[in-house]
């Protein structure tokens, strides 16, 4: 079956730098676009990044532009998130998702999540 497992979670301070992976197994990944999304306490889940398939088209929103990256590894069926000059606006639990669609900013369009990783940045 599909999974999609991420780690890289943890508590850091305000300014300090994370970076997430997502490992996928069941699923040909070379041909999936690839979302990172976040979900803090009593909020709605939030697009972070996505890239397409083969990297050529990524897209940020907005409150991470210039802070985050997203990469991929399609030999390693990975996506990442590096995640630079983290707030404490940035504490959720993060989750990355896969679509057999194009690159996508919204939630419903992807067909499979992982369990998510909780980060915590502390002021």
């Known amino acids: 079956q599909v999974q999609l497992v991420e780690s890289g979670g943890g508590l850091v301070q305000a300014g300090g730098s994370l970076r997430l992976s997502c490992a996928t197994s069941?699923?040909?990944?070379?041909?999936?676009?690839m979302g990172w999304f976040r979900q803090a306490p009593g909020k709605e889940r939030e697009f972070v990044a996505a890239?397409?398939?083969?990297?050529?088209?990524?897209y940020y929103a907005d409150s991470v532009k210039g802070r985050f990256t997203i990469s991929r590894d399609n030999a390693k069926k990975t996506v990442y998130l590096q995640m630079n000059s983290l707030k404490p606006e940035d504490t959720a639990v993060y989750c990355c998702?896969?679509?057999?669609?194009?690159?996508?900013?919204?939630?419903?369009?992807?067909?499979?999540w992982g369990q998510g990783t909780q980060v915590t940045v502390s002021s």
């Open positions: 069941g699923l040909t990944f070379s041909i999936y676009a």
């Open positions: 890239i397409s398939w083969d990297g050529g088209s990524i």
């Open positions: 998702a896969a679509t057999r669609g194009g690159v996508a900013t919204t939630g419903p369009l992807y067909n499979y």
